[in-house]
Protein backbone atom coordinates (compact mmCIF):
# COMPACT_ATOMS: atom_id res chain seq x y z
CA UNK A 1 0.00 0.00 0.00
CA UNK A 2 1.43 3.63 -1.11
CA UNK A 3 1.99 5.79 2.21
CA UNK A 4 -0.39 8.94 1.87
CA UNK A 5 0.14 12.32 3.74
CA UNK A 6 3.81 11.91 3.30
CA UNK A 7 5.75 15.32 3.59
CA UNK A 8 9.80 15.98 3.71
CA UNK A 9 11.32 19.07 4.17
CA UNK A 10 14.35 19.34 1.86
CA UNK A 11 15.05 22.89 2.71
CA UNK A 12 14.61 21.95 6.55
CA UNK A 13 12.99 25.56 7.32
CA UNK A 14 13.88 26.65 10.79
CA UNK A 15 11.49 27.82 13.85
CA UNK A 16 13.82 31.03 15.01
CA UNK A 17 11.44 32.38 17.47
CA UNK A 18 8.74 31.51 19.35
CA UNK A 19 5.67 33.70 21.67
CA UNK A 20 3.47 32.54 24.11
CA UNK A 21 0.74 34.21 26.03
CA UNK A 22 -1.47 32.60 28.83
CA UNK A 23 -4.43 33.17 30.90
CA UNK A 24 -4.11 33.66 35.22
CA UNK A 25 -4.96 30.28 35.74
CA UNK A 26 -2.37 29.07 33.38
CA UNK A 27 -0.01 30.11 36.35
CA UNK A 28 -0.64 26.71 38.28
CA UNK A 29 1.08 24.89 35.10
CA UNK A 30 4.52 23.62 35.50
CA UNK A 31 5.57 25.01 32.45
CA UNK A 32 4.38 28.83 33.48
CA UNK A 33 8.06 30.28 33.38
CA UNK A 34 8.50 29.31 30.11
CA UNK A 35 5.44 31.39 29.11
CA UNK A 36 6.47 35.18 27.16
CA UNK A 37 3.09 36.65 29.26
CA UNK A 38 0.69 35.99 31.66
CA UNK A 39 -2.26 37.61 32.17
CA UNK A 40 -3.63 38.63 35.80
CA UNK A 41 -7.15 38.53 34.11
CA UNK A 42 -8.64 35.90 32.18
CA UNK A 43 -10.11 38.92 30.02
CA UNK A 44 -7.31 40.75 29.69
CA UNK A 45 -9.04 43.82 30.84
CA UNK A 46 -11.71 43.84 27.75
CA UNK A 47 -15.31 43.71 27.53
CA UNK A 48 -15.12 39.93 26.30
CA UNK A 49 -13.82 36.47 26.69
CA UNK A 50 -13.56 36.50 22.83
CA UNK A 51 -11.47 39.93 22.65
CA UNK A 52 -9.23 39.10 24.76
CA UNK A 53 -8.74 35.56 22.72
CA UNK A 54 -7.70 37.66 20.04
CA UNK A 55 -5.71 40.01 22.57
CA UNK A 56 -3.68 36.68 23.05
CA UNK A 57 -3.06 35.99 19.58
CA UNK A 58 -1.54 39.68 18.80
CA UNK A 59 0.67 39.56 21.83
CA UNK A 60 2.03 36.26 21.01
CA UNK A 61 2.74 37.16 17.50
CA UNK A 62 4.28 40.58 19.00
CA UNK A 63 6.90 38.92 20.99
CA UNK A 64 7.50 36.05 18.66
CA UNK A 65 8.28 38.53 16.01
CA UNK A 66 10.29 40.93 18.42
CA UNK A 67 12.18 38.08 19.35
CA UNK A 68 13.71 38.20 15.60
CA UNK A 69 13.96 41.88 15.52
CA UNK A 70 10.87 41.95 13.08
CA UNK A 71 7.41 43.78 12.77
CA UNK A 72 4.61 42.66 11.35
CA UNK A 73 5.21 44.15 8.49
CA UNK A 74 8.22 41.77 7.81
CA UNK A 75 6.34 38.54 7.98
CA UNK A 76 4.63 37.34 4.90
CA UNK A 77 2.12 35.04 6.49
CA UNK A 78 0.02 34.55 9.29
CA UNK A 79 -1.36 31.12 9.39
CA UNK A 80 -3.16 30.55 12.77
CA UNK A 81 -6.55 29.08 14.35
CA UNK A 82 -8.81 28.33 17.14
CA UNK A 83 -11.66 27.06 18.24
CA UNK A 84 -14.44 29.58 18.13
CA UNK A 85 -17.08 30.47 15.91
CA UNK A 86 -16.01 30.73 12.40
CA UNK A 87 -12.34 31.92 14.23
CA UNK A 88 -13.41 34.76 14.98
CA UNK A 89 -10.53 35.42 17.72
CA UNK A 90 -7.70 34.55 14.94
CA UNK A 91 -9.77 36.59 12.36
CA UNK A 92 -9.84 40.15 14.37
CA UNK A 93 -6.23 39.53 15.44
CA UNK A 94 -5.51 39.36 11.94
CA UNK A 95 -6.81 42.90 11.47
CA UNK A 96 -4.59 44.50 14.03
CA UNK A 97 -1.73 42.38 13.16
CA UNK A 98 -2.18 42.98 9.17
CA UNK A 99 -0.34 40.44 7.73
CA UNK A 100 -1.33 38.39 5.42
CA UNK A 101 -3.72 35.91 6.56
CA UNK A 102 -5.07 32.06 6.22
CA UNK A 103 -7.10 31.34 8.99
CA UNK A 104 -6.72 27.46 9.83
CA UNK A 105 -9.15 25.01 11.45
CA UNK A 106 -7.93 21.67 12.84
CA UNK A 107 -9.39 22.04 16.43
CA UNK A 108 -6.34 21.37 18.83
CA UNK A 109 -4.14 19.89 16.12
CA UNK A 110 -4.22 23.41 14.52
CA UNK A 111 -0.59 24.25 16.51
CA UNK A 112 0.85 21.38 14.15
CA UNK A 113 -1.21 22.13 10.93
CA UNK A 114 -0.54 26.01 10.77
CA UNK A 115 3.21 24.68 11.48
CA UNK A 116 3.07 22.53 8.27
CA UNK A 117 1.73 24.97 6.17
CA UNK A 118 4.31 27.32 7.12
CA UNK A 119 6.99 24.93 6.37
CA UNK A 120 5.26 24.49 3.21
CA UNK A 121 5.12 27.81 1.97
CA UNK A 122 9.00 28.48 3.05
CA UNK A 123 10.32 24.93 1.41
CA UNK A 124 8.44 26.39 -1.85
CA UNK A 125 10.34 29.91 -1.67
CA UNK A 126 7.06 31.80 -1.16
CA UNK A 127 7.84 33.28 2.21
CA UNK A 128 10.82 34.40 4.21
CA UNK A 129 8.86 34.90 7.64
CA UNK A 130 5.98 33.03 8.48
CA UNK A 131 4.07 33.09 11.63
CA UNK A 132 1.92 29.93 12.38
CA UNK A 133 0.41 28.64 15.79
CA UNK A 134 -2.95 28.24 17.61
CA UNK A 135 -5.10 29.22 20.30
CA UNK A 136 -7.62 29.09 23.21
CA UNK A 137 -9.51 30.71 25.85
CA UNK A 138 -11.17 28.74 28.33
CA UNK A 139 -14.31 30.38 29.00
CA UNK A 140 -14.76 30.70 25.20
CA UNK A 141 -14.23 27.33 24.68
CA UNK A 142 -16.51 26.50 27.13
CA UNK A 143 -19.26 27.85 26.50
CA UNK A 144 -19.77 27.07 23.48
CA UNK A 145 -18.99 23.43 23.30
CA UNK A 146 -20.03 22.21 26.47
CA UNK A 147 -21.64 24.78 29.25
CA UNK A 148 -21.38 27.71 30.22
CA UNK A 149 -19.04 28.06 33.45
CA UNK A 150 -21.46 30.26 35.38
CA UNK A 151 -23.86 27.10 34.94
CA UNK A 152 -21.50 25.14 37.10
CA UNK A 153 -21.91 21.48 35.75
CA UNK A 154 -20.02 18.41 37.27
CA UNK A 155 -17.79 16.86 35.42
CA UNK A 156 -16.22 13.16 35.16
CA UNK A 157 -13.01 12.18 35.48
CA UNK A 158 -12.27 12.08 31.89
CA UNK A 159 -13.28 15.98 31.39
CA UNK A 160 -10.29 18.11 30.43
CA UNK A 161 -9.60 21.80 31.41
CA UNK A 162 -9.76 24.07 28.24
CA UNK A 163 -6.23 25.91 28.43
CA UNK A 164 -6.11 29.77 28.11
CA UNK A 165 -3.12 30.23 25.98
CA UNK A 166 -1.49 31.26 22.90
CA UNK A 167 1.55 30.01 21.09
CA UNK A 168 3.07 30.92 17.58
CA UNK A 169 6.37 29.71 16.06
CA UNK A 170 8.22 32.22 13.70
CA UNK A 171 9.16 30.06 10.76
CA UNK A 172 11.81 31.23 8.23
CA UNK A 173 14.66 29.51 5.90
CA UNK A 174 17.18 27.14 7.84
CA UNK A 175 19.25 28.88 9.95
CA UNK A 176 21.58 27.28 12.08
CA UNK A 177 21.10 26.73 15.78
CA UNK A 178 17.52 26.22 15.11
CA UNK A 179 15.51 23.01 15.12
CA UNK A 180 14.32 22.39 11.89
CA UNK A 181 11.24 20.99 10.40
CA UNK A 182 12.20 17.89 8.33
CA UNK A 183 9.01 16.22 7.50
CA UNK A 184 5.58 15.73 8.36
CA UNK A 185 2.71 13.30 8.54
CA UNK A 186 -1.01 14.99 7.47
CA UNK A 187 -3.77 12.89 9.63
CA UNK A 188 -6.84 10.93 8.50
CA UNK A 189 -9.83 12.00 10.47
CA UNK A 190 -11.35 8.95 11.88
CA UNK A 191 -14.73 8.44 13.73
CA UNK A 192 -15.00 5.46 16.13
CA UNK A 193 -18.67 6.66 17.61
CA UNK A 194 -17.75 8.12 20.41
CA UNK A 195 -20.35 11.10 21.21
CA UNK A 196 -19.62 12.40 24.69
CA UNK A 197 -17.66 15.97 24.35
CA UNK A 198 -16.44 14.87 28.38
CA UNK A 199 -14.37 12.24 27.23
CA UNK A 200 -12.28 14.35 24.05
CA UNK A 201 -8.87 11.94 25.56
CA UNK A 202 -10.84 8.80 24.36
CA UNK A 203 -11.84 10.27 20.84
CA UNK A 204 -8.58 11.24 20.00
CA UNK A 205 -6.41 8.60 21.10
CA UNK A 206 -7.35 6.35 17.86
CA UNK A 207 -6.43 9.24 15.53
CA UNK A 208 -2.77 9.68 17.41
CA UNK A 209 -1.98 6.75 17.23
CA UNK A 210 -3.06 6.19 13.15
CA UNK A 211 -0.54 8.85 12.25
CA UNK A 212 2.08 7.86 14.97
CA UNK A 213 1.88 4.25 13.22
CA UNK A 214 2.03 5.73 9.98
CA UNK A 215 4.89 8.65 10.44
CA UNK A 216 7.19 5.70 11.55
CA UNK A 217 6.32 3.27 8.43
CA UNK A 218 6.25 6.12 6.30
CA UNK A 219 9.18 7.90 6.74
CA UNK A 220 11.71 4.63 7.72
CA UNK A 221 12.15 5.46 11.58
CA UNK A 222 11.33 3.88 14.94
CA UNK A 223 9.77 5.30 18.39
CA UNK A 224 13.72 5.23 19.61
CA UNK A 225 15.01 7.22 17.14
CA UNK A 226 13.39 10.03 18.92
CA UNK A 227 14.38 11.87 22.11
CA UNK A 228 10.47 12.56 22.76
CA UNK A 229 7.79 11.55 20.86
CA UNK A 230 5.16 14.18 22.71
CA UNK A 231 0.76 14.05 21.81
CA UNK A 232 -0.90 17.50 22.01
CA UNK A 233 -4.07 16.92 24.60
CA UNK A 234 -4.64 13.95 24.99
CA UNK A 235 -5.12 14.01 29.02
CA UNK A 236 -4.72 11.34 31.20
CA UNK A 237 -7.06 9.28 30.29
CA UNK A 238 -6.61 9.41 26.72
CA UNK A 239 -2.61 9.43 26.72
CA UNK A 240 -3.60 5.90 28.38
CA UNK A 241 -5.29 4.38 25.65
CA UNK A 242 -3.25 5.92 23.04
CA UNK A 243 -0.42 4.07 24.64
CA UNK A 244 -2.22 0.76 24.72
CA UNK A 245 -3.33 0.86 21.07
CA UNK A 246 0.71 2.02 20.26
CA UNK A 247 1.53 -0.79 21.89
CA UNK A 248 -0.78 -3.37 20.50
CA UNK A 249 1.21 -2.66 16.80
CA UNK A 250 4.79 -3.70 18.45
CA UNK A 251 5.55 -0.05 18.95
CA UNK A 252 8.00 -0.14 22.34
CA UNK A 253 6.24 2.66 24.28
CA UNK A 254 9.10 4.10 26.31
CA UNK A 255 9.55 7.46 28.63
CA UNK A 256 10.28 9.43 25.57
CA UNK A 257 6.67 9.16 24.92
CA UNK A 258 4.77 12.17 26.67
CA UNK A 259 1.56 14.30 26.28
CA UNK A 260 1.43 18.12 26.99
CA UNK A 261 -2.41 17.70 28.16
CA UNK A 262 -1.33 15.24 30.69
CA UNK A 263 1.21 17.52 32.12
CA UNK A 264 0.51 20.71 31.69
CA UNK A 265 -1.38 20.92 34.96
CA UNK A 266 0.74 18.78 36.21
CA UNK A 267 -1.72 16.00 39.12
CA UNK A 268 -3.56 18.67 40.09
CA UNK A 269 -6.78 17.18 40.69
CA UNK A 270 -8.93 20.34 39.81
CA UNK A 271 -8.39 19.62 36.39
CA UNK A 272 -9.95 15.94 36.71
CA UNK A 273 -7.84 13.95 33.12
CA UNK A 274 -5.56 17.43 32.50
CA UNK A 275 -5.71 20.04 29.82
CA UNK A 276 -6.97 20.33 26.64
CA UNK A 277 -7.52 23.35 23.86
CA UNK A 278 -5.56 24.63 20.67
CA UNK A 279 -3.80 26.77 22.82
CA UNK A 280 -2.26 23.19 25.32
CA UNK A 281 -0.13 21.91 22.75
CA UNK A 282 0.39 25.00 21.26
CA UNK A 283 1.78 26.02 24.30
CA UNK A 284 4.14 23.35 25.86
CA UNK A 285 4.86 22.67 22.07
CA UNK A 286 6.70 26.03 21.60
CA UNK A 287 8.18 26.14 25.06
CA UNK A 288 9.18 23.33 26.67
CA UNK A 289 10.22 20.94 23.53
CA UNK A 290 11.94 24.22 21.91
CA UNK A 291 14.08 25.27 24.64
CA UNK A 292 15.34 21.86 25.50
CA UNK A 293 16.10 21.08 21.77
CA UNK A 294 18.17 24.61 22.02
CA UNK A 295 19.67 23.24 25.32
CA UNK A 296 20.88 20.60 23.58
CA UNK A 297 18.48 17.69 25.71
CA UNK A 298 16.62 16.90 22.74
CA UNK A 299 17.90 15.83 19.09
CA UNK A 300 15.12 15.01 17.36
CA UNK A 301 11.53 15.24 18.23
CA UNK A 302 8.02 14.08 16.89
CA UNK A 303 4.94 16.36 17.76
CA UNK A 304 1.63 14.78 17.23
CA UNK A 305 -1.34 17.38 18.18
CA UNK A 306 -4.70 16.18 18.14
CA UNK A 307 -8.10 17.50 16.94
CA UNK A 308 -11.62 16.64 17.91
CA UNK A 309 -13.54 17.96 15.02
CA UNK A 310 -16.94 18.57 16.84
CA UNK A 311 -18.96 21.80 16.27
CA UNK A 312 -21.93 22.97 18.38
CA UNK A 313 -24.16 21.69 15.74
CA UNK A 314 -22.76 18.33 15.24
CA UNK A 315 -23.36 17.64 19.13
CA UNK A 316 -26.57 19.10 19.60
CA UNK A 317 -27.71 17.14 16.28
CA UNK A 318 -26.23 13.65 18.15
CA UNK A 319 -23.88 13.16 15.73
CA UNK A 320 -20.59 10.94 16.66
CA UNK A 321 -17.49 13.13 16.92
CA UNK A 322 -14.66 12.91 13.78
CA UNK A 323 -10.78 13.43 15.33
CA UNK A 324 -7.45 14.16 13.43
CA UNK A 325 -3.62 13.94 14.38
CA UNK A 326 -0.95 15.63 12.46
CA UNK A 327 2.42 15.11 12.83
CA UNK A 328 5.46 17.03 12.62
CA UNK A 329 8.92 15.79 12.77
CA UNK A 330 11.66 18.64 14.26
CA UNK A 331 15.72 17.94 14.16
CA UNK A 332 18.38 20.32 15.42
CA UNK A 333 20.92 20.12 12.23
Request: aromatic content about 8%.
Amino acid sequence: MVARGLLTFKTTPSIVATGVTAGPLEKKSPFVSQFDKVYDDERCGLKTNEHAHAKMIEDACMIALSKVDSIPSDADFLLIGDLVNQMTPSNFSATTLGIPYVGLFSACATSVSSLVMAALLTEAGMSTCAVAGAASQHNAIERQFRYPVEYGAQKPETAQWTVTAAGVATVTPYKKGFPSITCATIGCATDLGMTDPLNMGAAMAPAAADTLTRHLAGHGTKASDYDCIMTGDLGKTGFELYKILIGNTGVDVKENFRDAGAEFYSDNPVFLSGASGAGCSAAVFFTEIIEKMKAGDYKRVLLIATGALLSPMSFQQGDTIPCIAHAVELTMK
